[in-house]
Protein backbone atom coordinates (compact mmCIF):
# COMPACT_ATOMS: atom_id res chain seq x y z
CA UNK A 1 0.00 0.00 0.00
CA UNK A 2 0.95 3.56 -1.02
CA UNK A 3 1.40 5.96 2.20
CA UNK A 4 -0.75 8.95 2.24
CA UNK A 5 0.44 12.34 1.10
CA UNK A 6 -0.93 14.93 3.50
CA UNK A 7 -0.57 18.62 1.79
CA UNK A 8 -2.32 21.90 2.26
CA UNK A 9 -2.50 25.14 0.66
CA UNK A 10 0.44 27.42 1.92
CA UNK A 11 1.62 30.79 1.25
CA UNK A 12 -1.51 32.42 1.20
CA UNK A 13 -1.09 35.64 3.63
CA UNK A 14 -0.52 39.11 1.41
CA UNK A 15 0.61 42.03 3.53
CA UNK A 16 -1.19 42.57 6.79
CA UNK A 17 -3.72 39.94 6.09
CA UNK A 18 -2.46 36.68 7.87
CA UNK A 19 -4.18 33.63 6.30
CA UNK A 20 -3.52 30.18 8.22
CA UNK A 21 -0.79 28.82 10.15
CA UNK A 22 1.97 27.67 8.05
CA UNK A 23 4.46 26.67 10.26
CA UNK A 24 2.20 24.62 12.10
CA UNK A 25 1.02 22.73 8.82
CA UNK A 26 4.69 21.91 7.83
CA UNK A 27 4.88 20.07 11.09
CA UNK A 28 1.97 17.82 9.46
CA UNK A 29 2.51 17.84 5.83
CA UNK A 30 4.05 15.77 3.19
CA UNK A 31 4.01 18.44 0.46
CA UNK A 32 2.85 22.16 0.15
CA UNK A 33 0.80 23.81 -2.49
CA UNK A 34 2.89 27.46 -2.63
CA UNK A 35 0.62 30.17 -3.41
CA UNK A 36 2.12 32.16 -6.46
CA UNK A 37 1.16 35.43 -5.95
CA UNK A 38 -1.92 35.58 -8.00
CA UNK A 39 -4.68 34.78 -5.72
CA UNK A 40 -3.01 34.86 -2.76
CA UNK A 41 0.49 35.04 -1.45
CA UNK A 42 3.44 38.49 -1.14
CA UNK A 43 6.92 37.84 -2.09
CA UNK A 44 7.61 38.14 1.73
CA UNK A 45 5.48 35.24 2.75
CA UNK A 46 5.71 33.21 0.06
CA UNK A 47 9.73 33.45 0.63
CA UNK A 48 9.04 32.26 4.36
CA UNK A 49 6.71 29.31 3.27
CA UNK A 50 9.22 28.12 1.33
CA UNK A 51 11.96 28.74 3.78
CA UNK A 52 10.57 26.78 5.91
CA UNK A 53 9.27 23.48 3.89
CA UNK A 54 12.96 23.27 2.95
CA UNK A 55 13.57 23.03 6.54
CA UNK A 56 11.23 20.37 7.27
CA UNK A 57 11.61 18.16 4.09
CA UNK A 58 8.16 18.96 2.84
CA UNK A 59 7.64 18.75 -1.06
CA UNK A 60 6.56 22.28 -2.42
CA UNK A 61 4.03 22.24 -5.46
CA UNK A 62 3.53 25.59 -7.73
CA UNK A 63 -0.30 26.82 -6.40
CA UNK A 64 -0.80 28.86 -9.57
CA UNK A 65 -4.39 30.82 -10.36
CA UNK A 66 -5.87 32.81 -12.26
CA UNK A 67 -4.71 36.81 -11.39
CA UNK A 68 -7.79 37.43 -9.27
CA UNK A 69 -6.08 38.56 -5.31
CA UNK A 70 -9.64 40.42 -5.10
CA UNK A 71 -11.62 37.71 -5.25
CA UNK A 72 -8.79 34.89 -3.75
CA UNK A 73 -8.99 33.09 -7.24
CA UNK A 74 -12.76 32.39 -6.22
CA UNK A 75 -14.51 34.72 -9.22
CA UNK A 76 -15.11 33.46 -12.96
CA UNK A 77 -12.87 34.94 -15.23
CA UNK A 78 -12.70 34.81 -18.95
CA UNK A 79 -8.73 34.62 -19.95
CA UNK A 80 -7.45 34.26 -23.60
CA UNK A 81 -5.39 30.87 -23.65
CA UNK A 82 -2.20 32.96 -24.50
CA UNK A 83 -2.99 35.16 -21.49
CA UNK A 84 -3.13 31.68 -19.47
CA UNK A 85 -0.26 29.77 -20.33
CA UNK A 86 1.75 32.74 -19.82
CA UNK A 87 0.25 33.47 -16.51
CA UNK A 88 0.97 30.34 -15.43
CA UNK A 89 4.33 29.85 -17.07
CA UNK A 90 5.45 33.27 -14.93
CA UNK A 91 4.09 31.93 -11.67
CA UNK A 92 6.03 28.77 -11.72
CA UNK A 93 8.75 30.70 -12.64
CA UNK A 94 8.82 33.23 -9.54
CA UNK A 95 7.82 30.29 -7.14
CA UNK A 96 10.92 28.28 -8.94
CA UNK A 97 13.24 31.48 -8.13
CA UNK A 98 11.92 31.95 -4.73
CA UNK A 99 12.39 28.19 -3.88
CA UNK A 100 16.15 28.17 -5.19
CA UNK A 101 16.76 30.83 -2.81
CA UNK A 102 14.91 29.10 -0.13
CA UNK A 103 17.11 25.59 -0.81
CA UNK A 104 14.46 23.55 -2.65
CA UNK A 105 12.80 23.29 -5.55
CA UNK A 106 9.36 23.25 -7.49
CA UNK A 107 8.04 19.50 -7.46
CA UNK A 108 4.64 19.75 -8.97
CA UNK A 109 2.24 21.90 -10.08
CA UNK A 110 -1.48 22.15 -8.08
CA UNK A 111 -3.94 24.68 -10.17
CA UNK A 112 -6.38 26.44 -7.42
CA UNK A 113 -10.12 25.93 -7.74
Not at 49 to 68: E, N, Q
Not at 83 to 97: E, K, N, R, S
Request: hydrophobic share 45%.
Amino acid sequence: MSPINLNADLGESFGAWRMGDDPTLLQIVNSANVACGFHAGDAAGILATLKAAAARGVAVGAHVSYPDLAGFGRRNMDVASADLQADVIYQIGALQGLARVAGTQVRYVKPHG
